[in-house]
């Protein structure tokens, strides 16, 4: 059993709080628009293991590090990551092919800076947008996600609630 805490477009903002919430966590996962790599770098000293995808403000350094789109597998739950991916009834183009071919159980993406964790019954899996992480952006409340997987099984997912525009 892991736990996982997932965040997205943090757009450069570091908040201690990304450390305090994600301190227990096994994994923690990016979903692009990261910013600048020092938040990857601070994020890396939180958890054993960071996976993470570039989003569409990521340059260079970002981009030349990261994948656009990230497939994995973890304690038996098979995870296909990228940063605009939309959701059930509103995917992005192409999206919803990738996800018929991969056949994951769990689909993370960011992008929309809104928070949706939601089943696609007929793809057979869950789709978590952990809303925006950071301070750009049009969103009154930020937000982390948190959730257990468990031998095959995607458990106790959880929101954390960040105020507005309190970050360092």
Known sequence: MIKVGILSDTHS????????????????????????????????????????????????ILR????????????GVKVVMTHIGGYPGRYAPGIRQRLLLSRPQLFVCGHSHILKIMPDRGLGCLVVNPGAAGTQGWQ????????????GRIEHAQVIELSPKAAR
């Open 64 to 75: 030349r590090r990261l994948r656009e789109t990230e497939i994995f597998t973890v304690e």
């Open 140 to 151: 009154r409340v930020r937000t982390l996600v948190t959730l257990t997987l468990d031998n």
């Open 13 to 60: 903002c570091w908040d201690d709080r990304y450390a305090l919430h994600f301190a227990d966590c096994d994994e923690v996962w990016h979903a692009g628009d990261i910013g600048d790599e020092s938040v990857l770098t601070r994020l890396e000293g939180v958890a054993p293991v960071v996976r993470a995808v570039y989003g569409n403000i990521d340059g260079g």
